[in-house]
């Protein structure tokens, strides 16, 4: 029987809680919401492309995601030594174009760890923090806004894909 990716929760979150609770918690509530939209899909389900010319796909945005957060979180603000995944700095995107539906599992595992691991490296600093970044200094609160518009835009990405999928929509 092939994997599946397993069903999630959504977690409330607070609607009063301080800003930094928040903004952890709102993008926690969107990196499940991005796994919600693979839940029960196999390998080759996720990676499914939407419509060509798009190389768009469940399991892209899967990769695409754990590559943007480890370049924020890991690499720009915690100054982490890790290897850049998916072409980062090449020019090319493969986090869409080199699929490989028999590793679905292990990328869904490889993302969950990533979020691990980017938590734990900016835990304990304050949102005011400024980080020297390519195009100037950032604070620890932009990266969580960032974060939070990358995978809103990347959800909605989701649900038109999934809807190819299988027909399943909303969320």
């Keep these: ?6 069903t999630v929760t959504r977690p409330s979150g607070s609607l009063v809680a301080d800003e930094r609770t928040m903004l952890r918690e709102l993008l926690q ?9 693979c839940a029960g899909l196999t390998g080759e389900q996720l990676a499914t492309r939407s419509v060509p ?3 768009l796909s469940l399991l ?6 754990r590559k943007v ?3 924020w979180l890991r ?8 290897e850049p995944l998916h072409g980062f700095g090449t020019g090319r995107e493969d986090d869409f174009d080199e699929l490989d539906p028999t590793q679905a599992q292990a990328e869904y595992e490889a993302l969950l760890e ?10 304990g600093l304050g949102l005011d923090e400024t980080f020297e970044g ?15 518009g990358e995978y809103a835009r990347h959800n909605g990405h989701a649900d038109l894909v999934r809807e190819r999928v299988d027909g399943v929509t909303g969320g």
Excluded: N, Q, Y
């Design 53 to 55: 010319p798009s190389g």
């Design 114 to 123: 990533e979020w691990r691991l980017a938590d734990a490296a900016v835990e």
């Design 69 to 71: 957060e480890r370049i």
């Design 134 to 148: 390519p195009h100037g200094p950032f604070s620890l609160r932009f990266v969580h806004l960032h974060l939070i």
């Design 60 to 65: 892209g945005l899967l990769r695409h995601l």
């Design 1 to 6: 029987m092939p994997w599946t990716a397993p």
């Design 29 to 37: 509530w969107h990196r499940e919401t991005l796994l919600h939209k």
């Design 75 to 82: 690499t720009r603000v915690a100054g982490e030594a890790v």
